[in-house]
């Protein structure tokens, strides 16, 4: 239990570190706001002295109360602890200990690593079944009252951000904080769904219980069978099925070759696979 919370902190962490190098290092020096609090800190920082480490903490202390006022307490301790690490980590890297920043000037450039890296940790964040906070808690709200999909709410106000720096600064900052906007959300996707990968399997086979065996002594996992009956041959069959990591794949198709050659395998794509062994039902959604 111990080495899995640690576990998950330090990936919360170096989660944190990565989105903070891609904010200060890319696109705050530029005004690139992609969405998420650190989008609206860099708006208002154009009105105002305050150090946008500074206002991210303001920003976020009045969602998270908001939150708790309005929505409930459905922010775990994780996502407090990582929202308000990567607000410590931006003032740090930008005023207390200053990293390199990209001058290159070419905004094309700043948005596509600056996008890719802060990208990068947000997915490792988010992989922990935590939170960095921000907009995330409006399109919670949103979702609550208005019964819009959390992912159509949170593009809908990143994209009210982006538009806000075009015209606060200028309608290409504000064109490239929108292709930020939409690059950010399929990388994220893309890297969650690779560090994430499962897939379900069927196979057909009359050699079903060496399988099985295989599988839950050897792989230690469940299986599953379904009652099936072959068209032309008239017969009854066990189907296993069974819920895998990608990776767990080619140990079960490497066994089938020689426990049975000719069995016949379905692999479906899962988006999501919870119960003992994958994601505990109680730490999701």
Known sequence: MFKQRFRE????????????????????????????????????????NVPIGILLYIINGILFLVSLLVVGKEFGI???????????????????????????????????FGVAISAVGMAITFSQNSSTGGTDILARIF?????????????????????????TFNPTIGMYSIVGVIFNGLTIDYILKMIDNHITLTII???????????????????????GEG??????????????????????VRQLRTIDPKAFIIAHEASHVIGEGFKNITKIF
Do not use: W
């Open 231 to 252: 068209v032309y041959t008239a017969t009854e069959k066990n189907l296993v099925y069974v819920a895998l990591k990608r990776k767990e794949m080619g140990e079960i």
């Open 143 to 167: 979702n609550k009252y208005f019964s819009t999909p959390m992912g159509v709410s949170l593009l809908l106000i990143d994209l009210m951000v982006g538009l806000a720096a075009g015209v």
């Open 78 to 112: 994780r996502s407090i602890y990582s929202t308000f690490l990567l607000n410590f980590l931006i003032d740090f890297f930008d005023r207390i200990m200053p990293i390199p920043t990209y001058t290159g000037g070419d905004l094309f450039l700043t948005v596509f």
């Open 9 to 48: 902190y330090l990936l919360s962490t170096i989660g944190a570190v990565l989105t903070a190098v891609g904010l200060v290092s890319f696109l705050i020096p530029h005004n690139i706001a992609c969405g998420g609090a650190s989008g609206i800190a860099i708006v208002l920082s154009s009105f105002t």
């Open 205 to 227: 086979s009359d050699k079903e219980k060496e399988i099985v065996d295989f599988i839950t002594n050897k792989l230690q996992r469940g299986a599953s069978f379904i009652k």
